[in-house]
């Protein structure tokens, strides 16, 4: 056993850590961020500015709630699938977002619910500011045609988890409806 008093043996001291050497670009990250603001704040409604660049997105309640007499929230998750696969083969990201937003937005309206904000999660083994950027706008118009805010997401740079174009994605999106108008479907007949 090693005696910490008298051991003379230096510590093996390796180079820092850093995104650059883990493979992330933190650059192309940024440049992300400049062209999909816009996009975001295109998607703006009351309660969601829809301005990125924080670690959380703010929604002001008081313009949102002043609609509703039993304001219930309501959230849902989902993604894409195996599309993304073929998003990446063919080299075609327009629509695939639309689809996201789509598959989340869909879960709450059933249940009568205002879509009210959308948050993204995009991962891939290195970004590439182009498809990235034409996914996130496909986002943006699909929030657009929900009526709801894109306000946030992530985007996760991977290299060794995913493979070459190889990308995921996923959405998270968030609704309120009045609890006495929301549909449950225990009305419905078999």
């Given at each position: ?90 080299g075609q990201y327009a629509g695939i977002g639309i689809d996201l937003v789509a598959m989340c937005a ?85």
């Amino acid at each position: 056993m090693a005696n910490p008093t008298t051991d003379t043996q230096k510590p093996n001291r390796q180079a820092p850590l850093s995104y650059r050497s883990a493979g992330v670009n933190i650059d192309a990250g940024n440049a992300l961020v400049d062209i999909i603001k816009p996009l975001a704040k295109a998607t703006a409604r009351a309660g969601a500015g829809a301005s990125l660049g924080g670690f959380g997105a703010f929604i002001e309640l008081a313009p949102i709630l002043k609609n509703y007499a039993e304001p219930c929230l309501i959230a849902s998750t989902d993604g894409v699938g195996t599309k993304v696969k073929i998003a990446a083969e063919a080299g075609q990201y327009a629509g695939i977002g639309i689809d996201l937003v789509a598959m989340c937005a869909n879960d709450i309206l059933v249940h009568g619910a205002d879509p009210l904000f959308f948050l993204d999660y995009y991962a891939t083994s290195k970004l590439q500011i182009d498809a990235a950027a034409a996914v996130i706008e496909s986002i943006a118009a699909g929030c657009i045609e929900a009526g709801c805010a894109l306000v946030g997401g992530e985007t996760a740079e991977m290299p060794g988890v995913y493979a070459d174009k190889d990308f995921d994605l996923a959405g998270f999106v968030v609704g309120i409806v009045d609890k006495s108008k929301a549909l449950t479907g225990k009305d419905v007949a078999e």
